[in-house]
């Protein structure tokens, strides 16, 4: 079974608006860790923000945040006043056990239209 | 501050020929570290996985193999390269930042991209 599912392969945003970019995940491990990652063209992974599982407010870094719900499972990244860098692939990923094993999702490439 | 470092970052091999591509982290110890290939448009997928010096997880049957000789460094390796090796390799490295929770931040390095004739 899938362990994170990303829904949206292409999303569209007009510049300065919001977008919401969706994951959810299957896990029954209590502890665990929710990440989202931007790739752009040139290939590098960035870490944008993170999301344990026992964390009981949304994460937020900057411009983005993690919209948490855990019963729901999903981890929803919300990027606000999209920039035209903000072109990218987005992953989300989802870290289990001791070893940090990471299971990624196919990715949501976003397009931010000027 | 920590740095991770991969090289070659683009390589071009035929089939059959051998691979062996690199991996070091600077700045930190007792890292753990991964490798990771991305097919094109496709997520990440792991293929190894290390916790300590001379300690590989596979996590895929394939025909690559992986290395960890020193402990920040880690090697990936195959003896007879096929058509369907071609990717985009990425090693990252994570340690424990927040005890007891299980959970931990990756850093990617720049990515290997092979292409495999």
């Known amino acids: 079974a899938q362990k994170i599912t990303q829904t949206q392969p292409g999303m569209f945003v007009q510049e300065k608006e919001a977008v919401t970019l969706d994951c959810t995940y299957d896990?029954?491990?209590?502890?665990?860790?929710l990440f989202w990652y931007k790739q752009p063209s040139s290939g590098e992974m960035i870490f944008l923000i993170y999301?344990?599982?026992?964390?009981?407010q949304n994460a937020t870094e900057g411009r983005y945040s993690l919209n948490f719900q855990k019963a729901r499972k999903s981890a929803n990244l919300v990027i606000s006043a999209s920039q035209l860098g903000d072109s990218a692939m987005y992953f989300c990923?989802?870290?289990?056990?001791?070893?940090?094993?990471?299971?990624f999702g196919d990715g949501t490439t976003l397009t931010v239209k000027p | 501050s920590q740095t991770i470092h991969q090289w070659p970052a683009t390589l071009v091999q035929p089939v059959g020929s051998p691979l062996s591509l690199e991996c070091t982290v600077e700045g930190t110890s007792n890292p753990n570290l991964y490798w990771y290939r991305q097919a094109a448009g496709r997520g990440l997928q792991l293929l190894f996985y290390?916790?300590?010096?001379?300690?590989i997880s596979s996590e895929v049957p394939q025909n690559l193999s992986a290395s960890r000789p020193q402990d920040r460094q880690f090697i990936l390796s195959s003896k007879k390269l096929l058509l369907s090796d071609s990717g985009f390799y990425l090693c990252?490295?994570?340690?424990?930042?927040?005890?007891?929770?299980?959970?931990?931040?990756?850093?990617f390095g720049p990515g290997t991209r092979l292409t495999v004739t």
């Open positions: 290390s916790v300590g010096i001379g300690q």
């Open positions: 999301q344990g599982s026992y964390d009981q």
């Open positions: 896990t029954s491990d209590p502890s665990y860790g």
């Open positions: 990252a490295w994570s340690v424990r930042r927040r005890p007891g929770r299980g959970s931990y931040e990756q850093y």
């Open positions: 990923a989802m870290r289990e056990g001791n070893a940090g094993k990471s299971t």
